[in-house]
């Protein structure tokens, strides 16, 4: 079994800044990608960045720019830093995992991002 638990969501103002964590636990081979996603209330879940194991990454244009993924291989964490936060970035924040065992996925729970004034 594997975990996947995100952290770091919460209430911001419009400007402001926040930095989501989520760390997979359990019974993991190798970690390929790591990926952020997010859907507001009537949307599609959409990607918002992704990181390789090689450390290689991408962005949704709606991002670029403001928004930072890294990862810490030993720690199978990855990191989401958001800054200058919009209030169409509200959205519950998912991360997804992707293990080279059988290519199998794994999500987690998400975490609320709320950005208002």
């Known amino acids: 079994q594997v975990q996947v638990v995100e952290s770091g969501g919460g209430l911001v103002q419009p400007g402001g800044s926040l930095r989501l964590s989520c760390a997979a636990s359990?019974?993991?081979?190798?970690?390929?990608?790591m990926r952020w996603y997010r859907q507001a209330p009537g949307n599609q879940r959409e990607l918002v960045a992704g990181i390789t194991s090689g450390s290689i990454t991408s962005y949704a244009d709606s991002v670029k720019g403001r928004f930072t993924i890294t990862r810490d291989n030993a720690k199978n964490t990855v990191y989401l830093q958001m800054n200058s936060l919009k209030p169409e970035d509200t959205a519950v924040y998912y991360c997804h995992v992707l293990t080279s065992h059988l290519g199998l996925g794994y999500w987690g729970q998400g975490t609320q991002v709320t950005v208002s004034s």
């Open positions: 359990g019974s993991i081979f190798s970690i390929n990608a």
